[in-house]
């Protein structure tokens, strides 16, 4: 009977790892460079929902803006996000992604 539950197992892995292909886009890989995940978390959040105001991450992901922002400025300096006005908005190339050509001039 352990061969057989052992057998069963990886199935069930198997049928695990499919029901991933009804998840939402998201970058295959995490920007690299960023250690924390607070920072990963405030990254994927951006490029999911695009623009955002440090008031609505900070709402949204239950920060506080004193924490949010050392995040937000690493993300900046590692050019995975980019600021427009008062929002900050996913850096198109971060990953090459398409897109990029009509933001540059």
């Given at each position: 009977?352990?061969?057989?539950?052992?057998?069963?197992?990886?199935?069930?892995?198997?049928?695990?790892?499919?029901?991933?292909?009804n998840a939402p886009a998201v970058p295959e890989t995490?920007?690299?460079?960023?250690?924390?995940?607070?920072?990963?978390?405030?990254?994927?959040?951006?490029?999911q929902r695009g623009a955002c105001s440090a008031e609505?991450?900070?709402?949204?992901?239950?920060?506080?803006?004193?924490?949010?922002?050392?995040?937000?400025?690493?993300?900046?300096?590692?050019?995975?996000l980019r600021r427009e006005d008062d929002r900050y908005?996913?850096?198109?190339?971060?990953?090459?992604?398409?897109?990029?050509?009509?933001?540059?001039?």
């Amino acid at each position: 009977m352990n061969a057989q539950q052992s057998t069963t197992t990886p199935t069930t892995r198997e049928s695990t790892d499919d029901s991933h292909s009804n998840a939402p886009a998201v970058p295959e890989t995490l920007p690299g460079g960023v250690s924390s995940a607070e920072a990963k978390l405030v990254y994927l959040y951006v490029r999911q929902r695009g623009a955002c105001s440090a008031e609505e991450l900070a709402e949204s992901l239950r920060l506080t803006k004193l924490s949010l922002f050392p995040h937000l400025r690493t993300l900046l300096d590692r050019g995975l996000l980019r600021r427009e006005d008062d929002r900050y908005v996913p850096a198109e190339d971060a990953f090459g992604g398409a897109g990029a050509a009509g933001t540059a001039d």
